[in-house]
């Protein structure tokens, strides 16, 4: 297997864009659905957004409206656009990938991943 490695991540104003991307060595991952997970100080990991390899997208509510999963299948890379940044988006995002094939899932909770990058700070200042 390969690695996830994101980046992206910075500080902004908020209002601001951000766009996120997670890198997977040569084809690995490539038959995995992926997903971005959040996780803000003193909180757990929380869900943001995944995509299937159908392309089906799903968003938790909180990001809406305001960002974005892709993929480019070509090179094997995630993206998260995220626009209108508020300072509750502050937290570490993670990528991930869960191994697809076995069975029905949804891919919106975090014991349905199998592997994930070491994250990437965002920083959302008022």
């Known amino acids: 297997q390969g690695q996830l490695v994101e980046a992206g991540g910075g500080l902004v104003q908020a209002g601001g864009s951000l766009r996120l991307s997670c890198a997977a060595s040569g084809r690995a991952f490539s038959d995995y659905a992926r997903g971005w997970f959040r996780q803000a100080p003193g909180k757990e990991r929380e869900f943001v957004a995944r995509i299937r390899l159908s392309g089906s997208t799903y968003y938790a509510d909180s990001v809406k409206s305001r960002f974005t999963i892709s993929r480019d299948n070509a090179n094997n890379t995630v993206y998260l656009q995220m626009d209108n940044l508020q300072p509750e988006d502050t937290a570490v995002y993670f990528c991930?990938?869960?191994?697809?094939?076995?069975?029905?899932?949804?891919?919106?909770?975090?014991?349905?991943?199998?592997?994930w990058g070491q994250g990437t700070q965002v920083t959302v200042s008022s």
């Open positions: 991930a990938a869960a191994r697809t094939g076995i069975g029905v899932r949804s891919y919106l909770s975090v014991d349905e991943y199998d592997y």
